[in-house]
């Protein structure tokens, strides 16, 4: 028979850090992400605190989200913050034209996410509003947010009963300004992003991220503009405008007037998925090395800040609200997404999956009617991979033929994985992209002993399955039993479309 593929690890040579924020979060006023999803108000039947749903609230703690995007998203530059402070009732209303022109009241406003961030133990990352809005008011929402003495945005903070500034260590300029953020130039949006930058000042104790918005998908251009505008800048003056830039793309089939179903699709859709989740891949190799190019110390951090699947609406909902099922697919172009972005640890600083409850590639779905809460597959790989929060990438090397198939012209790998460590730890993640077989992968570990091992095996009947609040758990982690010693290492055995985390005990 065929030797198996082989995976060399040296787990002596740990490289970059991948940071936590990589498995970050967003939520937008979008749908049932913010209202219904984190968010109840007076909701009796839901059990709550301030309105923010306690059961969500747990889930993801569990996951240990590292951050949360806020307000959006699109919806970002058309949000004034100072509608969404003070006493509920008087907040004024406004029409979120992208997303169902529906009504929002603005009852969940910059208190209510700071205290969700609160209650998730997450860092804050707020975009700001540059497409309609003004730069008096973007320095005025930073020092109220974050400024301690009896300025009069602090002030006016205290008025609405918080004392204590808040940390808010990431400030986004803005979203998406070559479209729904104000349809822009790249010249025209980075004129605007140094003018910005230099208003969103540091009041407290830390030290704020500004994040300009980036390109779309493969604008290598737009990444360009960007770097330049911090070209020839000594690391003082640069942190006068922005210290990173961010990334947005989605993956989906067809076109993006019809992008496929979320169950409802074949084999080969499954395999057209894949070749379009692992292009990510080519898109940080052109913009890290767009941004290599100028900054080759690499002080400039890469945000994909919006990545995921785009799925046509589930039957009978608002188009508007962007609201789909999330299968055993879905799960698996989570994990390539993370090896992926463990591969660039070095450039990478930040990324959020869109979105977090709700809308798009959800961890979490709730009922409308009975509120029940469902934990998606894609949740299940964020839980697998807690254990590569802050944990040093190590060299990974396929020894062997690893098996590709050919979509629309491109070999698509039909394996995908990655490892860290940290301590006397490990952990290893392995993706069987394949449809129909079952593979087997051997772990040559070399550098340090292993003394122990233990594995998590997400799988389900077929690419398809999903969970539902009767069948919450069709797509839930086990431990996996298809481990086995092997000469120098490892036998892992991987079921046709199954996602595996292995970790090491090391001495
Ligand atoms: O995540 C949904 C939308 O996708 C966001 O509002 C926008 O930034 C992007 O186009």
């Excluded at 924020?21 to 219904?36: D, M, P, Q, T, W």
């Excluded at 889930?59 to 307000?71: D, E, F, G, S, V």
């Excluded at 390539?336 to 977090?356: K, L, P, S, Y």
Aim: proline share 5%.
């Amino acid at each position: 028979p065929m030797s198996p593929l082989t995976a060399v690890i040296d787990l002596d040579l740990p490289g970059p850090r991948i940071s936590r924020h990589v498995y970050g979060h967003f939520a937008e006023h979008l749908g049932r992400c913010i209202y219904g999803g984190f968010f109840v108000g007076d909701s009796d039947d839901i059990p709550n605190e301030g309105g923010i749903r306690l059961d969500v609230v747990d889930a993801l703690r569990a996951l240990q989200i590292p951050n949360l995007r806020w307000p959006g998203g699109c919806f970002a530059d058309d949000y004034h913050w100072r509608d969404g402070v003070g006493p509920r009732e008087s907040r004024p209303r406004m029409v979120n034209s992208h997303w169902g022109d529906v009504v929002e009241d603005n009852s969940f406003g910059t208190h209510e996410f700071l205290q969700l961030c609160e209650l998730l133990g997450a860092a804050p990352y707020i975009n700001g509003n540059v497409g309609s809005g003004t730069v008096r008011e973007t320095s005025e929402w930073v020092e109220y947010l974050t400024r301690g003495d009896d300025s009069p945005m602090a002030a006016l903070r205290r008025e609405h009963g918080r004392d204590e500034p808040w940390s808010v260590p990431f400030f986004g300029i803005g979203n998406e300004p070559w479209g729904c953020g104000g349809n822009m130039t790249a010249a025209q949006y980075t004129h605007l992003a140094r003018q910005y930058a230099t208003y969103i000042r540091d009041h407290g104790e830390t030290a704020v991220t500004r994040i300009a918005a980036g390109a779309n998908v493969d604008d290598y251009l737009w990444t360009e503009t960007l770097m330049q505008a911090l070209s020839g800048l000594g690391g003082t003056d640069r942190r006068d405008l922005f210290q990173a830039l961010s990334l947005h793309y989605y993956t989906y089939n067809g076109s993006w007037s019809d992008k496929g179903d979320a169950t409802e699709f074949g084999t080969d859709d499954h395999y057209v998925t894949m070749k379009r989740a692992l292009r990510m891949r080519e898109l940080l190799s052109g913009h890290a090395a767009v941004m290599d190019a100028y900054d080759p110390e690499r002080t400039v951090g890469l945000v994909v800040d919006e990545w995921g699947t785009w799925w046509n609406v589930e039957q009978g909902t608002n188009p508007g609200f962007l609201y789909q099922q999330n299968a055993m697919r879905d799960a698996l172009v989570a994990s390539v997404h993370f090896d992926i972005f463990h591969g660039f640890a070095e450039r990478i600083t930040m990324a959020n999956i869109a979105q977090t409850v709700n809308v798009l590639q959800a961890v979490i779905l709730t009922d409308p009617d009975s509120g029940a809460l469902v934990l998606t597959p894609t949740y299940h790989v964020f839980a697998m991979n807690v254990g590569h929060h802050d944990a040093d990438r190590l060299p990974l090397t396929f020894k062997g033929t690893v098996p590709t198939l050919s979509v629309e012209g491109t070999d698509v790998p039909l394996v995908s994985a990655s490892a860290s460590t940290k301590g006397d730890t490990a952990l290893v993640s392995l993706s069987n992209l394949d449809a129909d077989e079952n593979r087997t992968i051997v772990l040559d570990l070399r550098g340090r002993d292993v003394v122990g091992h233990s594995a998590t095996l997400l799988n389900a009947p077929t690419l398809q399955s999903h969970n539902t609040p009767e069948h919450p758990d069709a797509v839930a982690p086990v431990e996996h039993t298809g481990v086995r010693s092997h000469p120098g290492g490892l036998a892992v055995d991987l079921p046709a479309h199954s996602y595996v985390t292995v970790s090491l005990h090391l001495r």
